[in-house]
């Protein structure tokens, strides 16, 4: 029988207290069971509630104003998870294509949904050549999605299951972003006629806003914001600052966390730090001028999905750190900073052992992650005490 996530958590905690009791005692002795649920780290202990489970490739998560969530599956579905209660999918979906990485992807709520409960889409959709990123928004009615229409499309489609990027992300200025991977063919970063590879920004109606970096530039796509990116899957806006921060998947090494500047070039595949899956060096190198550094990258990959920046007061010494799911590493990264600079990072839930594909703060401060699995779930960081 297959362990859930929790048990699996549960199980692994226990062996190790079982293990210890048996080498003191010759006898496993728990005078208090709750402490066997709760995990250290450096800043905080804390436990893991499981509020959802059997999710298919669980991928993004927005959380509604009443205390729901929306949750998307890859093969696509979209759930309203709310504590206690079992899952409701929302009916009217588009249509995705369910190919390697592509499917239902990101869900993002308008900034004025309490009036207009409009919501956003990214998922990968069909058309000539193959399938590309899309976007589309519609009015969320009790379990229906009315009005749906298509905001944004990747202008060319490609074949192939990979880099889709996805991430959405409302900005301070009310501007949409949205990150667009290379679909696995990385001369398609540098080109500015072709919207992978890039972030793209919009206006909340899927127009061009008029101060896009490349607005006026008939030799460039209008909606690009920024560009040389490889299969950008988390975004997050910093608290105080209202920058824009990405991070990215490298090849074998070389994943990229990145500060998004208008009309910057973040160089792949001219520089990078990460090498070919067969060994080979790839591009010109690790830096060249135009091509902005990243804030820092990881070698061996951690392959990054999700980020986001914490300041709640039920974790008061992760205020103003950066956590970032990883996929390959099967943990939770926490990082700590100082201006644009990380000067420290640990990596929680490792023995926990699961791909973490996105992790957002709460409105109640708690932070919530997404384990990529067939039998996936919805879990909870609390305090523990």
């Given amino acids: 029988m297959?362990?859930?996530?929790?048990?699996?958590?549960?199980?692994?905690?226990?062996?190790?207290?079982?293990?210890?009791?048996?080498?003191?005692?010759?006898?496993?002795?728990?005078?208090?069971?709750?402490?066997?649920?709760?995990?250290?780290?450096?800043?905080h202990d804390f436990r893991i509630t499981t509020l959802a489970?059997?999710?298919?490739?669980?991928?993004?998560?927005?959380?509604?104003?009443?205390g729901g969530m929306l949750v998307t599956e890859r093969p696509g579905r979209l759930l309203v998870i709310r504590e206690g209660e079992d899952p409701k999918p929302v009916s009217g979906i588009p249509e995705v294509v369910e190919s390697g990485q592509g499917g239902?992807?990101?869900?993002?709520?308008?900034?004025?949904?309490?009036?207009?409960?409009?919501?956003?889409?990214s998922y990968a959709g069909a058309g000539e050549g193959g399938a590309g990123t899309e976007i589309v928004r519609g009015r969320l009615e009790g379990g229906t999605l009315l009005n749906v229409?298509?905001?944004?499309?990747?202008?060319?489609?490609?074949?192939?299951?990979?880099?889709?990027g996805s991430r959405l992300?409302?900005?301070?200025?009310?501007?949409?972003?949205?990150?667009?991977?290379?679909?696995g063919?990385?001369?398609?970063?540098?080109?500015?006629?072709?919207?992978?590879?890039?972030?793209?920004?919009?206006?909340?109606?899927?127009?061009?806003?008029?101060?896009?970096?490349?607005?006026?530039?008939?030799?460039?796509?209008?909606?690009?914001?920024?560009?040389?990116?490889?299969?950008?899957?988390?975004m997050a806006l910093q608290p105080d600052t209202n920058r824009i921060w990405t991070v990215e998947h490298g090849p074998r090494g070389g994943d990229e966390l990145n500060v998004i500047e208008a009309g910057a070039n973040y160089g792949w595949p001219v520089i990078t730090y990460g090498r070919s899956y067969a060994g080979f060096s790839i591009g010109e190198g690790t830096e060249k001028a135009g091509?902005?550094?990243?804030?820092?990258?990881?070698?061996?990959?951690?392959?990054?999905?999700?980020?986001?920046?914490?300041?709640?007061?039920?974790?008061?010494?992760?205020?103003?750190?950066?956590?970032?799911g990883g996929l390959s590493a099967r943990a939770l990264i926490?990082?700590?900073?100082?201006?644009?600079?990380?000067?420290?990072?640990?990596?929680?839930?490792?023995d926990v052992d699961e791909r973490i594909r996105d992790v957002r703060q709460g409105p109640d401060g708690l932070l919530y992650l997404l384990i990529d699995d067939s039998e996936g779930s919805l879990i909870r960081l609390e305090p523990a005490s």
């Fill in 2 to 43: 297959r362990l859930t996530f929790a048990n699996r958590c549960s199980f692994k905690l226990l062996s190790a207290f079982a293990v210890f009791g048996a080498v003191a005692s010759g006898a496993v002795v728990l005078s208090d069971r709750a402490s066997a649920d709760v995990i250290k780290s450096e800043r």
């Fill in 53 to 66: 489970q059997d999710l298919e490739h669980p991928w993004g998560l927005a959380f509604l104003p009443n």
């Fill in 104 to 121: 239902l992807l990101d869900v993002a709520l308008h900034p004025d949904f309490g009036n207009n409960q409009l919501i956003y889409l």
């Fill in 149 to 164: 229409e298509q905001i944004f499309a990747v202008s060319q489609k490609s074949g192939g299951g990979r880099h889709f």
């Fill in 169 to 183: 992300l409302f900005a301070a200025d009310g501007m949409l972003y949205i990150t667009s991977g290379e679909r």
């Fill in 185 to 234: 063919d990385p001369d398609r970063a540098q080109d500015l006629q072709d919207h992978a590879g890039k972030v793209i920004r919009l206006t909340a109606d899927g127009e061009v806003p008029e101060d896009n970096p490349f607005k006026n530039n008939a030799s460039a796509k209008p909606e690009i914001y920024s560009w040389g990116h490889r299969n950008p899957q988390g």
């Fill in 291 to 324: 091509m902005l550094q990243p804030v820092t990258y990881w070698v061996p990959s951690i392959s990054p999905s999700g980020l986001s920046f914490y300041d709640g007061e039920a974790f008061p010494k992760w205020s103003g750190n950066l956590f970032v």
């Fill in 334 to 350: 926490r990082m700590e900073l100082v201006g644009e600079r990380v000067v420290h990072q640990e990596q929680l839930l490792v």
